[in-house]
């Protein structure tokens, strides 16, 4: 080969994912929270869970938003590299069949219009398609989209990161109602862009939505770089 790939992990040249970095992928244990998935000190559900549960169903993350997969995260981001996102889907079949959710269709987070003509392509999509394809869902991206242009999440603090997001997605019922819908994104910091996203699925009549990211930011990671 003329160009062999590089390991979007950590460099290493003839891989696009590497043995060292598929073992490395830092994962979420337990106990993390019933419903988020956020790992805490005890069993059953997180603080927030308890005052102010989410609408979705469920959620959970394949990875810790670190090395090696958050270099991955942003060689999907930025290069396009669509070979690492089959490699990173096809690590995270296992995971979520191990979860046995129930699932009718799958749909990604989308980017804003200006996102998407500026970058070309949505990155979620480079991993949701090719696992939505090893999972026998129907990839059903133009489902949901952005009704309005919101500004970049980093460096936002939670309250404006909701306030940022809230109604800024809409969903088409002909395609989600009464749908148990996998809707799956890149990176969960706050939650706050997914908890809008099930918002728009579920006022279009989805029956329920367990949410998938590939990574999980944690509180070591500071919101004015996630
Ligand atoms: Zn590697
Ligand atoms: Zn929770």
């Given at each position: 080969m003329l160009f062999p790939p590089i390991c979007g992990g950590c460099g290493k040249a003839g891989f696009r994912w590497c043995s060292t970095c598929q073992e490395r992928a830092p994962r979420v244990v337990e106990p993390f929270c019933e419903k988020c998935g956020i790992p805490i000190r005890h069993v059953g559900l997180c603080s927030k869970c308890q005052s102010d549960p989410p609408a979705y169903r469920l959620m959970r993350?394949?990875?810790v938003f670190d090395s090696p997969v958050q270099n991955a995260l942003h060689t999907i981001k930025y290069r396009r590299n669509v070979g690492l996102g089959d490699s990173i889907a096809i690590q995270m079949v296992d995971f979520v069949r191990s979860l046995q959710w129930k699932l009718d269709i799958m749909i990604p987070v989308p980017l804003g219009s200006k996102r998407l003509k500026e970058r070309g392509y949505n990155q979620v999509g480079l991993v949701a398609r090719p696992l939505a394809h090893e999972l026998n869902l129907e990839y059903k991206p133009a489902a949901l989209w952005k009704s309005r242009e919101t500004r970049s999440q980093v460096g936002l603090t939670?309250?404006?990161?909701?306030?940022?997001?809230?109604?800024?997605?809409q969903a088409n019922?002909?395609?989600?109602?009464?749908?148990?819908?996998?809707?799956?994104?890149?990176?969960?910091?706050?939650?706050?862009?997914?908890?809008?996203?099930?918002?728009?699925?579920?006022?279009?009549?989805?029956?329920?939505?367990?949410?998938?990211?590939?990574?999980?930011?944690?509180?070591?990671?500071?919101?004015?770089?996630?």
């Open positions: 993350s394949w990875a939670i309250s404006q990161r909701h306030e940022n997001v809230s109604n800024a997605y019922p002909s395609v989600v109602k009464r749908k148990s819908i996998l809707l799956m994104d890149d990176v969960a910091t706050t939650g706050s862009t997914i908890s809008a996203c099930t918002a728009a699925l579920l006022s279009a009549g989805a029956l329920e939505i367990y949410a998938l990211t590939i990574a999980r930011a944690l509180s070591h990671h500071d919101l004015t770089r996630v």
